[in-house]
């Protein structure tokens, strides 16, 4: 009877509890379901306004699907070759460091065998001066060997891209001029 008394105490006491997590459960339920219908609702709008928006833009700008065609075509064309100058750049890049670090990995062997064999602690110190005035020496000119190798090639990448930007805009520009 006492085991029977508590049970029934314990669920009398769990009761408001259950009934809170349930009314928060549905109003959780309710603000979710709200949301998702509010932006439904929203993203319909959002794409037929878009949808107005290209179409009229397409009529006004593409008079034609050979143009549009052909237009596409000539951008595709214009990313691939400023791709693949891209990547040769990185490649003669790429080299560049390499023989960069295969000199300057055989110049510093050659050192240390010279510091390894200096009779006196100043000619090491003379010897040492030396390879590192001659190795930042060699940094710097390296840098500025890299960093105009890089600025061509950026310029070299943008110029097919420049172009289809402009042929693009003369494009679009002649059914308005008309």
Known sequence: MAQAKKTQTANEMTAPIEAAVNAGKETVEAFVKAGTEAASQQYEQAMSSTKEQVEKASTMMFKGYDEFSSLNKDNMDA???????????????????????QEAMEANMAAAKKV???????EMVDL??????????????????????SAKVANEAVEPLQACVQATFDKASKPIAA
């Open 116 to 122: 390894f064999g200096a009779k006196n602690l100043q």
């Open 79 to 101: 990313f691939v070759k400023s791709g693949t100058i891209v990547a040769k750049g990185f490649e003669s890049l790429s080299k560049e460091m390499m023989s960069f670090a």
């Open 128 to 149: 040492q001066s030396d390879l590192a005035r001659t190795n930042f020496d060699k940094v710097m000119a390296e840098s500025a060997k890299l960093a105009e190798l």
